[in-house]
């Protein structure tokens, strides 16, 4: 069985288009996060929720907007996507929120044209 | 805001090589982690280390939080471990959490 699961593993879209990314844990975990992956490889956390309740939000533009209709499930809405957006966005779950060892998903792959 | 830094960048080896990659970070951090990307894409946690060593298999992680490093080392690499490693620092009360910039090691056989 999958511990981390994302949904689409693949996206292409148009400039505009507005797209949801889908992330499932069944590792019984409270907390789970959003990353983006850059071209050059780089990390950097978008969003963290510990049982369903937003603990980090870095500075994203406000068109990326997560939700988490119970622990098990934390989502990805993106309005209007730009150019920019086009990145690998991973999925991850941890027991706590004191960032302990976390589990990632295999990533969505979104290209925006 | 903290700075990780790791080194090398970029590292080529022999199958068989030993191997050590060191994480910086600029201030004090309530916990490490380090972190393997394989050439497929998926990142699988290797070690959870605010400090001490560890030690699984091939693999052992040690950081020393006074110091504010940590070293990952490989023995005997194999093809399977080629990839991007990183290391991910947690911070303050508001579970902030940054990853350096990776080290991509390529094994030979």
């Known amino acids: 069985d999958t511990a981390v699961s994302q949904t689409p593993k693949y996206l292409v879209t148009q400039m505009g288009n507005d797209k949801s990314i889908k992330c499932e844990q069944n590792?019984?975990?409270?907390?789970m996060y959003w990353y983006k992956q850059d071209s050059k490889k780089f990390l950097k956390i978008m969003f963290s929720?510990?049982?369903?309740?937003?603990?980090i939000n870095e500075t994203v533009p406000n068109r990326f907007s997560p939700k988490s209709p119970d622990k098990a499930h934390l989502n990805l809405h993106i309005n209007s996507l730009e150019l920019g957006d086009s990145a690998v966005y991973f999925c991850a779950s941890s027991q706590g929120a004191q960032q302990e060892t976390q589990y990632f998903g295999p990533g969505t792959r979104l290209l925006v044209l | 805001g903290i700075q990780v830094e790791q080194s090398p960048p970029d590292l080529i080896l022999q199958e068989g090589a030993n191997s050590t990659l060191r994480c910086n970070f600029s201030d004090s951090v309530n916990n490490l982690q380090w972190f393997h990307q394989n050439p497929w894409g998926q990142l699988i946690n290797l070690f959870y280390?605010?400090?001490g060593t560890k030690q699984n298999g091939r693999l052992s992680a040690t950081t020393v939080a006074t110091e504010r490093y940590s070293l990952l080392y490989i023995s005997s690499s194999q093809t399977t471990d080629s990839g991007v490693y990183f290391c991910?620092?947690?911070?303050?009360?508001?579970?902030?959490?940054?990853f350096g910039s990776g080290t991509r090691l390529s094994i030979r056989p």
């Open positions: 590792l019984g975990h409270d907390t």
């Open positions: 280390i605010p400090s």
């Open positions: 991910a620092v947690g911070y303050s009360s508001a579970s902030k959490i940054i």
């Open positions: 929720y510990n049982n369903k309740e937003l603990i």
